[in-house]
């Protein structure tokens, strides 16, 4: 075998932005399965046992994705190797989000196991790819100790039952999600920085942009196929259809009209991309957790536009955006290094739209809260035009 053979398969890095390749867009598509699966049973367990479990399994789905996401940046995934991991981690999440509504129940192992091997496995595999000697191996092997402790809990999870079961995949969660906070810092292992991730930063901006335009998706989707299944297209309905329709368009506003362009940049030019990149992720669970959230509200806004708001059905009408806000809010702090008074407004305009629900109808609701979510994208649209204009 040649040496060239033997050599990693890492991305050639020219100073030019590495663009997204066909293998990660494929990859891709299994998480917008994931999203939809997510959110059927936020909307089938609206209750706090229902939220608690979601969030868990949502923090799963996302880890999965994010540690694929920086594998991808290094890694060529044109290369038949890294495809190959690839096109196996894809079969593992498909895998483990198709057991997502039984995951607290039946499939507990499936879910566990998959997600399991899929951390456990990749990691290891890209140790083996780099070998002991390359700059990138002692950061790998600090991730496989924490995804190998984290593998532990998800097991033991699986054996578990009810409480018990939550309780020990959450652990397993926040392994993997605060580790690298510390730079996986690991007992005789040491820790990594972050200027040690050489990270290509128009890359993975991109990656995290294509998974929201996946949430967003989902979001349309969903509406579309309950309006597919309604019998009578009445006032309702349509007016439940263009409410739904706006909250979504005022989501995409937020992002991709406004900030997503001076993303890239940012991350492109930083001083310490891998610092960046890693507060893009952390973000970004909480703006996709906004959308997934904000699609069980559209969806009951759309079954029944007529019916009274319930304090449960307030709080998830308000939770989506405001969570969706939070995580916006954050993004544009890490971006520009200042979260804008647009995101506080509506927030506060959101606190007092929870009080005042449950005096109406769903199809009100829909559009009260849609009605915020557009009135902040305008502000935002205003205020950079006018520092444009400076």
Known sequence: MSTRLRLPALRQRDGHHARVTYEELFFDLVYVFAVTQLSHHLLHHLDLAGVLQTLVLWFAVWLGWQYACWVSNWFDPEAPRIRGLLFATMLLALLMSSSIPEAFADRAWVFAGAYATMQVGRTAFVLLEVGRTHPLAPNFRRMLAWVSVSAC???????????????????????????????????????????????????????????????????????????????????????????????????????????????????????????????????????????????????????????????????????????????????????????????????VALGVLGVVLPQTHLLAAGWLTSAVLLAVGLMDTRLKQRLQRA
Not at 306 to 330: F, Q
Request: proline content about 3%; some cysteine.
């Open 153 to 347: 809990f998800w097991l033991a999870g699986a054996a578990s039952e009810g409480n018990a079961r939550l309780a020990l995949w959450a652990v397993a969660v926040a392994c993997e999600y605060v580790s690298p906070m510390f730079g996986f810092a690991f007992p005789g292992l040491g820790r990594s920085h972050t200027r040690e991730w050489t990270i290509e930063g128009g890359h993975l901006a991109e990656r995290c942009q294509l998974f929201v335009i996946v949430a967003l998706g989902e979001t349309l989707l969903a509406t579309g196929g309950v309006l597919s299944e309604v019998e009578q297209w009445s006032g309702a309905v349509v007016s439940a259809v263009l409410a739904t329709f706006a909250g979504t368009i005022a989501m995409w506003w937020l992002y991709f009209g406004i900030s997503s362009r001076d993303a890239t940049e940012a991350i492109s030019h930083a001083e310490d991309p891998g610092r960046m990149g890693a507060n893009f992720h952390y973000v970004h669970a909480l703006l996709i957790a906004g959308i997934i959230a904000t699609a069980v509200g559209n969806d009951l806004v759309m079954d029944h536009p007529h019916a009274a708001v319930t304090s449960v059905y307030a709080a998830v009408l308000v939770a989506g955006p405001l969570i969706y806000l939070l995580g916006s809010a954050l993004y544009k702090r890490v971006v520009y290094g200042r979260a804008p008074y647009s995101h506080l407004i509506g927030a």
